[in-house]
């Protein structure tokens, strides 16, 4: 039997090229370049950037995968979509379950993350009631503009990215003129490998973001050709901007580890608390940015759910107004910043990977197993030599996620333990309606 996506025909296809992707660059261009300077130069030191090189090297093969997958199908879902045709059913639950899951962390890292740099333009934001009202205003503002339709937001995100590179470019055009070469050499050891796993885990957390093009495929206009071109761009886009990033904090901080807002403390080390500010405010608006597109994505894994019976049917309900699915909307919001006011930087960034990484594994296992298949969906994007790169990259990514993220697995497991609980719950409630 030949897999056909299944995609609602009451969503809008308004998403062009440009806007996917805008999408992927608002999602990857953020905190990678406001978090990563300062937590990878801890755990590697002047090894920073052989880290960020061998988390490309990771996360390309990964990439290609995923471009090979999304030229199959265009249908909502991505992952998900992804494991569905290729896996057994409750497996391609987990892929869905398990990148909702790491969505909600991922924007509740971010949302940390952006107060952390609010704090620093208002001191009183740095903990307190007046950062937990904050975060609320700033939840609510988010799953206004979700809610009020796609079309919007994709100009929103556009809007964002615009200034987003803009700002990227003029950081490093202005700092690298100010690098000091000695801070650029390497006098100590390489990390010991489960450091350098962690380190890695914190990159592969920044490059995280790149399947939401197949997330929000079923509004995109001609998502087969489309999602693997925006995928290529946005990741030559993101490297270069880690990359150049990451040279004009250690080459002007020396050591950028002792800060929490590196990128503003290089704005302040040059020009003073007027250059601080400035970097500051590109930084909020990066952040900002990639927030709103993680949320534009992360209600359509609850969509795509609940539209195979999976889940509740309830959280595919689309608003009759904005054609936007308001449940699952206001629920992913409100989980989302409940766990930024009751959470912390590092534990969500870190538990967000873990669970995205798992995700990934099951979808390259997905690809090896169709790869094989005559009946499979065809592939406008052929990657060469695809099951061996499918399983080369399940296997490398298994080896990080145990490496670098031991501590979370415990709670990872807990955390499927309770979707496929639920899973099996509507599947016993399908049972009992057969039955009557």
């Given at each position: ?5 299944v995609?609602?025909?009451?969503l ?8 996917l992707?805008?999408?992927?660059v608002?999602?990857?261009v953020?905190?990678g370049?406001?978090?990563?300077p ?8 002047g090894?920073s950037f052989?880290?960020?090189g ?7 093969p990964?990439?290609l ?6 030229s ?17 059913g409750w497996?391609a639950?987990c ?22 740099y609010l ?14 009202a904050?975060?609320a205003?700033?939840g ?6 979700t809610?009020a ?17 803009g ?28 450091t350098?796993?962690?380190a890695?885990?914190?990159y592969?957390?920044?490059?995280a ?11 995109a ?21 880690y ?5 004009v ?9 002792g800060?929490?807002?590196?990128l ?5 080390r040059?020009f003073?608390?007027a ?14 940015g ?5 949320m534009?994505a992360?209600?359509?894994m609850?969509?795509?759910m ?7 049917a ?7 107004r904005?054609?936007?699915?308001y ?9 989302t910043?409940?766990?930024a ?7 969500n ?12 594994i099951l ?19 052929r ?6 790169i ?12 145990v ?9 990872l ?7 496929l609980?639920?899973y ?6 399908h ?6």
């Amino acid at each position: 039997m030949v897999a056909l996506a299944v995609e609602p025909p009451e969503l809008v296809r308004a998403l062009r090229r440009r806007d996917l992707v805008g999408v992927l660059v608002n999602t990857m261009v953020g905190s990678g370049m406001m978090a990563a300077p300062a937590k990878v130069y801890a755990l590697a030191h002047g090894w920073s950037f052989a880290v960020l090189g061998l988390s490309a090297a990771l996360i390309i093969p990964m990439i290609l995968c995923f471009a090979d997958l999304g030229s199959r199908y265009s249908g909502t879902g991505g992952p998900y979509l992804y494991a569905r045709q290729s896996l057994p059913g409750w497996l391609a639950y987990c892929a869905g379950w398990l990148l909702w899951i790491s969505q909600i962390f991922s924007t509740a890292a971010l949302t940390n993350l952006l107060l952390t740099y609010l704090a620093g333009l208002f001191p009183a934001l740095g903990g307190g009631i007046g950062r937990a009202a904050v975060m609320a205003a700033f939840g609510v503002t988010v799953a206004a503009i979700t809610l009020a339709g796609i079309r919007g937001s994709a100009r929103t995100s556009n809007l964002l990215v615009a200034l987003k590179v803009g700002f990227v470019l003029a950081f490093v055009a202005i700092g690298v003129c100010f690098l000091q070469p000695q801070n650029l050499e390497i006098h100590t050891p390489p990390p010991a490998p489960i450091t350098l796993a962690q380190a890695v885990m914190i990159y592969i957390f920044a490059y995280a973001g790149f399947e939401r093009a197949g997330v929000i495929a079923g509004e995109a206009r001609e998502p087969r050709r489309d999602v693997p071109w925006a995928l290529a761009i946005a990741v030559l886009a993101a490297t270069a901007a880690y990359g150049g990033v990451l040279l004009v904090c250690v080459g002007v901080l020396g050591d950028p580890s002792g800060t929490d807002r590196p990128l503003a403390e290089v704005g302040r080390r040059l020009f003073g608390d007027a250059g601080a500010l400035a970097v500051s405010v590109g930084a909020i608006t990066v952040l900002v940015g990639t927030i709103l597109v993680t949320m534009v994505a992360t209600p359509r894994m609850l969509l795509a759910m609940a539209e195979q019976g999976q889940l509740p049917a309830g959280l595919g309900a689309l608003h009759p107004r904005w054609r936007t699915p308001y449940v699952a909307i206001l629920i992913s919001c409100g989980l989302t910043f409940s766990f930024a006011i009751f959470g912390d930087l590092l534990g969500n960034l870190t538990f967000s990977t873990a669970t995205r990484v798992l995700c990934y594994i099951l979808c390259c296992i997905g690809l090896w197993r169709i790869s094989g298949r005559a009946d499979a969906a065809p592939a406008l994007f052929r990657l060469p030599g695809r099951r061996l790169i499918a399983a080369a990259s399940a296997g490398l990514f298994a080896v990080v996620l145990v490496m670098g993220a031991a501590k979370e697995l415990p709670t990872l497991g807990v955390a499927l333990l309770v979707g496929l609980g639920l899973y099996g719950l509507k599947r016993l409630g399908h049972r009992a309606g057969r039955s009557a």
